[in-house]
């Protein structure tokens, strides 16, 4: 989603107006089913966000029209998507692996692929954050942590 | 009507309440010191891990963040003329100047003592007005509370700036996700699809992680700042108590910074970057040497800090007494408060006297604690932090991330769910859809729903229930004030324009 985009349907405001639009009319479906006193406010704020994502969709085509730039998001998608990508890895294999062997990987592994190099740095730091986490909350708090779900089955 | 303030005095000195007052000054100096980071943040991250503590503990880490991040924010101002939050932009103009001429320690000192004048007036204005403003909300009924909700979204949206489409979308969303769940009076799920995790609806904590928490960390990786240049020896830093009567002519600027702090942060959706503008060109304009601000006048200093940290306390007097909050920390701040069975609103001094006039109490502790801490400890030692690098910052902040929402409920349901609201709030964030909004629409979109169905059952359905009393109609008269006075406002500013571009 970066700058200069051709194709004025692929602006980043008209994408998530569509976007709000099509959501917000799937979730309207099942109001349906509800009381009406129940569906009252879900229907009132999906139609709203109906009509406010279609305002949003012209006044957006307008801007289009006129020549004006897209909303600028971001300088760099590949980091963006590159840094979602690891936080999602990380609860995926939190969830799967269990939380300290996650832990002990991402932490470095962030911190490696976004500029910080350091070897001796980076495995001070991992000690030190597992470390405290263990200490604060596992052994001071009592706090469970993911086990993993691939050593429980 | 004050008689709580005093009763509640004692539970403040205890030994865990203190401490986590100064723990949580010391930790927002660290979060406001950073760029990227903020006080909204880190009391997102922090309200999950206060589940298992006593409100006034929690309380206490959440005011002292909020006064020591707004102080915090002036040290990369200052040193670097990186704003480390958005309210210290206005402190960059003459810290910045002054740091290049060495005197980066005194400039420094003025913004730790205004941030602390600053705080003190806001907490004694939180004290003087919120509670006989509490007094006047427990007359209210269901119609009205109804209509309070309705003027606090109203007054976020429309008096926040920019786009009002944006705002009210914000709104929808932040309303529709405070229903999902059961139905609070027939018992039928709602967008549950099933899913036995969401029947008791999505906890504030995991919105406001997601929204506040994960965009900022995704910014820290995207762009890695180099602040590496930073040296706390170079500062000439003197101690505090030889610097406080240079100090001495700044009077004038402290009362009236903390007026403007005070005032904007009543005002909903107004926020500390604006007080601290308003009040440094108050300040310059009513200076006997306007030229020389903006080349390192310490008084430029001054004005900023001092209204930025008036804004603090002042922005939960409508966040406590009506559930309206000013600011997007007074909004996450009212999710912390949530999180304690505390719900935000004039029954809150009714029910919790103690923890309510504890927490103002801690808010007058925190910004004293403010010079003490901040003032004598940190100014050089402080900067030095400015080196840590971001990235390995940002992997710290996902763990504690991942932590806190675990806790919740002990289910990776919840962070699958924070991420998915963190995508949505990264998005949201880029393209200028405010954020406080849906949080206000969250907490208030179930107390509205309600209060609403409460009202239309004492009317029998008749919706002119909602109308029937004077409270309402002055509360609807409010938010078609709040819809329409900033549409009339650009309009006027427009029409002034075009005249002046004729003439």
């Not at chain 2, 960059?92 to 100047?97: A, L, R």
């Not at chain 2, 926040?160 to 969303?173: D, E, H, R, T, Y």
Request: include cysteine; hydrophobic fraction near 55%; glycine fraction near 12%.
């Amino acid at each position: 989603m970066s700058e200069g985009h051709k194709n004025r349907f692929l602006r980043p405001e008209t994408l998530s107006a569509v976007g709000i639009l099509v959501v917000a009319a799937g979730f309207l479906i099942p109001t349906t089913d509800l009381r009406s006193i129940s569906a009252l406010l879900p229907a009132a704020m999906l139609i709203g966000l109906i009509i406010l994502s279609l305002l949003l969709l012209l006044s957006d085509q307008r801007k289009a029209a006129a020549g004006e730039a897209p909303e600028k998001v971001t300088n760099s998608p590949k980091r963006v998507i590159g840094a979602f990508c690891l936080i999602v890895a990380y609860a995926v294999a939190s969830d799967l692996i269990g939380f300290y062997i996650s832990t002990v990987i991402a932490v470095p592994t962030v911190a490696y692929v976004f500029g910080f190099r350091n070897p001796l740095g980076l495995a001070i730091a991992t000690a030190i954050v597992v470390g405290s986490i263990w200490l604060i909350f596992d052994f001071g708090m009592s706090q469970d942590f993911p086990t993993g779900r691939l050593w429980q089955n | 009507m004050y008689s709580d303030l005093l009763h509640a005095l004692p539970e403040v000195f205890a030994l865990t309440n203190f401490l986590a007052v100064i723990i949580g000054v010391l930790a927002g100096i660290v979060v406001g010191a950073m760029p990227g980071l903020s006080a909204t943040m880190a009391i997102s991250v922090l309200v999950p891990f206060t589940f298992g503590l006593e409100p006034l503990v929690a309380l206490g880490l959440m005011a002292g963040i909020y006064n020591g991040a707004m102080y915090g924010g002036a040290i990369p101002a200052v040193l670097l003329r990186i704003p480390g939050t958005p309210a210290a932009v206005a402190t960059t103009f003459d810290g910045y100047p002054m740091a290049q001429k060495g005197q980066g320690g005194f400039a420094l000192q003025v913004a730790v003592v205004s941030s602390s004048i600053g705080g003190i007036a806001s907490a004694f204005a939180l004290m003087l007005l919120a509670p006989p403003l509490s007094k006047v909300t427990l007359l209210f009924g269901p119609a009205e509370v109804f209509w309070v909700a309705v003027f606090g979204l109203a007054s976020i949206i429309f008096l926040l700036g920019g786009n009002p489409v944006k705002g009210l979308i914000s709104a929808c969303f932040g309303v529709f996700v405070s229903v999902i769940g059961s139905d609070p009076i027939y018992g039928n799920d709602r967008f549950t699809f099933g899913q036995l995790e969401l029947l008791d609806g999505i906890n504030i904590v995991i919105l406001l992680v997601g929204l506040y928490a994960l965009p900022p960390v995704i910014d820290l990786l995207e762009t890695p700042l180099k602040t590496d240049s930073v040296e706390g020896e170079k500062l000439g830093t003197e101690p505090i108590w030889k610097a406080l009567p240079k100090m001495k002519g700044y009077w004038k600027t402290w009362l009236r910074g903390s007026f403007i702090g005070i005032w904007i942060g009543i005002l909903p959706g107004a926020g500390g970057s604006m007080a601290a503008f308003m009040s440094y060109n108050e300040a310059r304009r009513s200076s006997k040497k306007p030229e020389d601000w903006g080349q390192g006048e310490p008084e430029g200093v001054a004005a900023a800090e001092t209204a930025n940290n008036a804004d603090t306390a002042s922005a939960l007097i409508p966040a406590l007494t009506l559930g309206i909050p000013g600011t997007a920390v007074a909004a996450v701040m009212l999710g912390g408060l949530l999180v304690h069975g505390l719900q935000p609103g004039p029954m809150l001094f009714r029910d919790n006297p103690d923890v309510v006039f504890g927490f103002m109490w801690q808010f007058l502790f925190g910004a004293i604690l403010l010079v003490l801490l901040g003032g004598s400890l940190a100014t050089n030692s402080f900067a030095r932090l400015l080196n840590l690098p971001r990235p390995l910052l940002g992997s710290i902040i996902i763990v504690l991330m991942l932590i806190g929402v675990y806790s919740i409920h002990g289910r990776m349901f919840d962070v699958y769910m924070m991420l998915g609201f963190g995508a949505v709030g990264w998005v949201m964030d880029k393209l200028k859809f405010p954020l406080p909004p849906v949080v206000l629409g969250l907490i208030l979109g179930a107390f509205a729903e309600e209060n609403l169905r409460l009202a239309l059952r004492i009317g029998r359905g008749d919706w002119a229930v909602l109308f029937k009393n004077t409270t309402s109609l002055v509360l609807v008269a409010l938010t078609v004030a709040v819809v329409i006075g900033p549409m009339l406002k650009r309009r006027f500013i427009d029409s002034r324009k075009k005249e002046g571009e004729e003439a």
